[in-house]
Each structure stands twice: as C-alpha cells, then as structure tokens.
Nanobody, 121 residues
Framework: QLKLVESGGGLVQAGGSLRLSCAPS????????TGWFRQAAGKEREFVAA????????YYSDSVRGRFTISKDHAKDTVYLQMNNLKPEDTAVYYC??????????????YGQGTQVTVSS
C-alpha cells in the first residue's frame, strides 16, 4: 500500500524560500502522478501543483505559478516543491498525494501526514 511522507516545512520570513520533499515510505511498483495540496487554518484544502509520473507535464495553481516549481528525482523516487518568494498567505499545512492513473488530474489519495509551512510578514 502506498504511503507518502512529506518533509521540509518550517518557519520562514516573507520573500524567503523552502523546499518540500515527498517520497514513499517504502518502494512501490505503481506509476503515479504526485500532487501537492495545502490547507490553511479554517479553509478548505486546495490544489498547489502536480507532476506526472515521468515528470514531463507539470501543473500549477494560479496563486503559485511563477513562484513554486515542482520536480521529480526518479533515482530517489522523490518529488520536490521548491517555493520561492513566499508570502504570508502561503502559510498552511502542505500535503502530497498520489494519482494512480498517472495523469495528474486526479482523483488523489494516499495523502501524507502533512508538513507545516509558516511565512511571517
């Protein structure tokens, strides 16, 4: 069963950068697309970015396009979310999840436990 684990969250000042990582807890023989989602306090979870299995197609929400970059290291079976020029409104718990169709359009499941990102003004 696929279980994803996120890491890399923390506290950063506005304008700073963080890199989140998402990897399976153990190797799995599933070609899945990986998506990043976030949920701020009192708000619904929202889509942030996604990457197809081979890494050839990437998708971003309008709120992060141009500031965040999603990438994949196949050798490490890890997906990264590089977040630059962070804003206080980026503060949220960030989750990665898997789309087992591989397309990246969902549905997503196998959400990780999340990692907190806090951006101070």
């Amino acid at each position: 069963q696929l279980k994803l684990v996120e890491s890399g969250g923390g506290l950063v000042q506005a304008g700073g950068s963080l890199r989140l990582s998402c990897a399976p807890s153990e190797p799995v023989n599933i070609n899945y697309a990986t998506g990043w989602f976030r949920q701020a306090a009192g708000k619904e979870r929202e889509f942030v970015a996604a990457i197809r299995w081979r890494g050839s197609n990437k998708y971003y929400s309008d709120s992060v396009r141009g500031r965040f970059t999603i990438s994949k290291d196949h050798a490490k079976d890890t997906v990264y979310l590089q977040m630059n020029n962070l804003k206080p409104e980026d503060t949220a718990v960030y989750y990665c999840a898997a789309d087992k169709s591989g397309r990246g359009s969902g549905p997503y499941d196998s959400y990780g436990q999340g990692t907190q990102v806090t951006v101070s003004s």
